[in-house]
């Protein structure tokens, strides 16, 4: 198979069952999740149908233009529901305080439902985290929703992973690893790393643990929507859309999805990968 290292930026995309669509610049995916979000709930609205999406923390500036869109035209979120992919924990038993400021739930809370007119907003009970006692919870509300996810959204880690779904320390066929699970999980060294990026590269303050919706969940989404904007997805891209299908770069499982795309830009593929 071709080194997908020679691959040239104008072949990436090509033949893939993963669409590619380029932006102009990386905070347009903001503007994309957020307009994305809207029209399915106005659309499902109208139609009395209810809206169910799952969400990442990163990228995160999608949550103010999504509330001030909601807002400005008077959109009613009482029927939908939002499923938070992860949330960090300080131990494999304690989840991180909804207060402290790398908290998931408290972003949420502070910048999504927070600028969300009371009359407008999502129900309390549809703001939906993975729970470390209760990991069947989502899987089982997503059987129970009428039409399941309407649409998953994500990144991808340098890795290739999805929420937290970090490539399995032993040999797992793609298959296997498709099915796995919400779960706690223990987070890598290179996320840790990478993740400190956004919080002053203090590595050696980020938790170790976590807690994440399982591939399971995520391709089981009726949509899926993924951004690949930053210097740190010019090689992850290309293994998503054109590597083979292994649990080694979970992000290539979207291959196997009716309906996904994947939003870059021309200047991440233009990125040298020679070593």
Not at 83 to 104: C, Q, R, V
Not at 164 to 173: D, G, T, V
Not at 227 to 248: D, N
Request: charged share 25%; hydrophobic share 35%; glycine share 8%.
């Amino acid at each position: 198979m071709k080194d997908l290292r020679d691959m040239k930026p104008e072949e990436v995309g090509i033949g893939s069952p993963v669409r590619l669509e380029f932006i102009e610049r990386d905070d347009e995916c903001d503007y994309i999740q957020a307009i994305m979000m809207l029209e399915t709930i106005v659309k499902n609205n109208r139609a009395g149908r209810p809206s169910t999406f799952i969400v990442p923390v990163g990228p995160t500036g999608y949550a103010k233009r999504f509330a001030r869109l909601v807002n400005e035209h008077g959109v009613s979120l009482k029927n939908v529901t939002i499923i938070n992919m992860d949330e960090y924990m300080l131990t494999e038993k304690e989840l991180i305080d909804p207060k402290h400021p790398m908290s998931f739930i408290r972003f949420m809370n502070d910048f999504f439902y927070g600028r969300i007119k009371d009359e407008l907003n999502v129900p309390p009970e549809n703001r939906i985290f993975p729970e470390p006692a209760n990991t069947g919870r989502i899987w089982d509300l997503i059987n129970k929703k009428d039409g399941g996810v309407d649409i998953c959204f994500g990144g991808f880690g340098v890795d290739g992973h999805i929420a937290f779904n970090e490539p399995p320390l032993y040999p797992m066929e793609a298959g296997e690893f498709a099915k796995l699970p919400t779960r706690v999980l223990p987070i890598y060294y290179t996320t840790q790393v990478t993740n400190s990026l956004w919080n002053g590269a203090n590595y050696r303050g980020m938790p170790r643990y976590c807690v994440s919706i399982g591939m399971r969940e995520i391709l089981s989404s009726k949509k899926c929507c993924f951004f690949a904007c930053w210097g740190t997805c010019a090689t992850v891209i290309r293994q998503v859309l054109h590597g083979p299908v292994t649990s080694e770069v979970p992000g290539s499982l979207l291959q196997t999805h009716p309906d996904c795309t994947v939003y870059t830009t021309r200047a991440v593929l233009n990125i040298p990968l020679e070593i």
